[in-house]
C-alpha cells in the first residue's frame, strides 16, 4: 500500500506547491470551482464571479500555468475564447490529495521524548 511519504515523491513538493498555492487565492478558487461545472467563456465567468476581465484574465493564465486549466479559441471566431479544467490533472490532484490526507496513512509510533520513556516505548 502506498503511503502518504510515497505520494509525496511521485509528484515534487514544489509542483504541489504551485497547485496549491494557485488554489489558495479566492478568487481562483471561485473560477476553478465555476469551471468544474463545465466550460466557459471569459464574459460568462466574468458575470457569474463578479470579476474584471483583466483580474479574471490574470487569475486563469495562473491556473493555466500550474496545468489545472486548458484555454481554446472558438473554432468559427477566434476572438471568443473557452476555458476548461484539465480533467486528468484535475483526477491526479484529487489521488494525490486523497493518499496525502487518507487517515489511514498514519502510523502509530513510539514516542521519543520523555512520556515515551516512562511508558517503556523507547526503544522497542
Request: net charge neutral; proline share 4%.
Amino acid at each position: 500500500m502506498m503511503n502518504a511519504t510515497d505520494s509525496i515523491h511521485d509528484r515534487t513538493i514544489a509542483e504541489a506547491t504551485a497547485v496549491l498555492k494557485a488554489l489558495s487565492e479566492p478568487n481562483r478558487l471561485r473560477i476553478f470551482a465555476e469551471l468544474m461545472r463545465g466550460d466557459s467563456c471569459n464574459c460568462e465567468l466574468a458575470e457569474r464571479l463578479a470579476l474584471p476581465a483583466n483580474l479574471l484574465s490574470h487569475h486563469l493564465k495562473v491556473l493555466s500555468d500550474v496545468g489545472l486549466v486548458h484555454t481554446r479559441r472558438d473554432r468559427l471566431d477566434g476572438r471568443w475564447v473557452y476555458y476548461s479544467v484539465d480533467r486528468a490533472a484535475a483526477a491526479g490532484w484529487q489521488a494525490w490529495l486523497a493518499t496525502l490526507l487518507d487517515p489511514a496513512q498514519i502510523l502509530v509510533r513510539p514516542l521519543c521524548g520523555p512520556e515515551g520513556v516512562v511508558s517503556g516505548s523507547v526503544g522497542q
